[in-house]
């Protein structure tokens, strides 16, 4: 309970977004909005709102400044979506878009709402820095693109650790070969340098870690 004068906590939200089909007609994707009450049950926040896209590729958020962001693409090529979700109701307000930088299927955002990774070529990732006032992309990360290997070949899949400090990447360089790879990220201007690579036999579609970082 807040004191007198002190604001409330925000108000937790889950979000969920997914695709109408409706015959002949382009299909529509949308988002819903639930509040999170204290015994984990979802409370829908209002009307279901639509995107101006033709496909949502990944959905992340910034809790500290209470960003999301839709990867996306639509007639007029990939893009990055940024919306405000209001403290009190859940709603989403636009606040604008970044385009022109490839697309958005496979993202890291840095804990810090600061930086954004993204693949973006053939064993390198390369690193975004965020104005934290707009959500909006500013441009590439000093030293941007990060590369480790000469080998070839995709980026899978990213993810940040929860103290900013690192960075995974799974890497696919043959078929059925891929590399879990390791960067320490410098959390005052968010370059990340390659530590160390770990070979396993089959593909990593998906990465997690604790919240101590260690397993």
Same mark, same amino acid.
């Given at each position: 309970s807040p004191a007198a004068g002190e604001a409330p906590p925000a108000r937790p939200f889950l979000l969920a977004t997914g695709e109408t089909f409706s015959g002949a007609a382009p299909s529509q994707w949308w988002v819903d909005g639930y509040a999170i009450e204290s015994d984990g049950r979802l409370v829908p926040t209002g009307p279901r709102q639509f995107l101006p896209v033709d496909s949502v590729q990944s959905v992340f958020s910034d809790t500290q400044?209470? #960003?999301v962001y #839709? @990867? $996306?693409s639509s007639s007029s090529g990939a893009q990055l979506l940024t919306y405000e979700i209001a403290t =009190? $109701? =859940? %709603? !989403?307000k636009p606040l604008g878009r970044s385009t022109g930088l490839g697309g958005w299927s496979r993202v890291a955002l840095h804990p810090s709402g600061r930086f954004l990774y993204k693949p973006t070529g053939s064993f390198e990732v390369t690193g975004y820095e965020i104005d934290t006032k707009t @959500? !909006?992309?500013? @441009? &590439? !990360? &000093? @030293?941007?693109? #990060?590369?480790? $290997? %000469?080998?070839g070949g995709n980026v899978v899949t990213l993810q940040a650790a929860p103290s900013g400090r690192f960075l995974w990447a799974t890497a696919l360089w043959v078929y059925k070969s891929q590399s879990l790879v390791s960067f320490r990220v410098d959390p005052s201007s968010g370059t990340a340098t390659f530590s160390g690579d770990q070979d396993v036999l089959e593909p990593a579609d998906n990465l997690a870690v604790d919240a101590h970082e260690r397993f």
């Amino acid at each position: 309970s807040p004191a007198a004068g002190e604001a409330p906590p925000a108000r937790p939200f889950l979000l969920a977004t997914g695709e109408t089909f409706s015959g002949a007609a382009p299909s529509q994707w949308w988002v819903d909005g639930y509040a999170i009450e204290s015994d984990g049950r979802l409370v829908p926040t209002g009307p279901r709102q639509f995107l101006p896209v033709d496909s949502v590729q990944s959905v992340f958020s910034d809790t500290q400044r209470r #960003f999301v962001y #839709f @990867g $996306s693409s639509s007639s007029s090529g990939a893009q990055l979506l940024t919306y405000e979700i209001a403290t =009190g $109701s =859940g %709603a !989403l307000k636009p606040l604008g878009r970044s385009t022109g930088l490839g697309g958005w299927s496979r993202v890291a955002l840095h804990p810090s709402g600061r930086f954004l990774y993204k693949p973006t070529g053939s064993f390198e990732v390369t690193g975004y820095e965020i104005d934290t006032k707009t @959500g !909006l992309v500013v @441009g &590439p !990360l &000093p @030293g941007s693109p #990060f590369r480790w $290997s %000469a080998r070839g070949g995709n980026v899978v899949t990213l993810q940040a650790a929860p103290s900013g400090r690192f960075l995974w990447a799974t890497a696919l360089w043959v078929y059925k070969s891929q590399s879990l790879v390791s960067f320490r990220v410098d959390p005052s201007s968010g370059t990340a340098t390659f530590s160390g690579d770990q070979d396993v036999l089959e593909p990593a579609d998906n990465l997690a870690v604790d919240a101590h970082e260690r397993f």
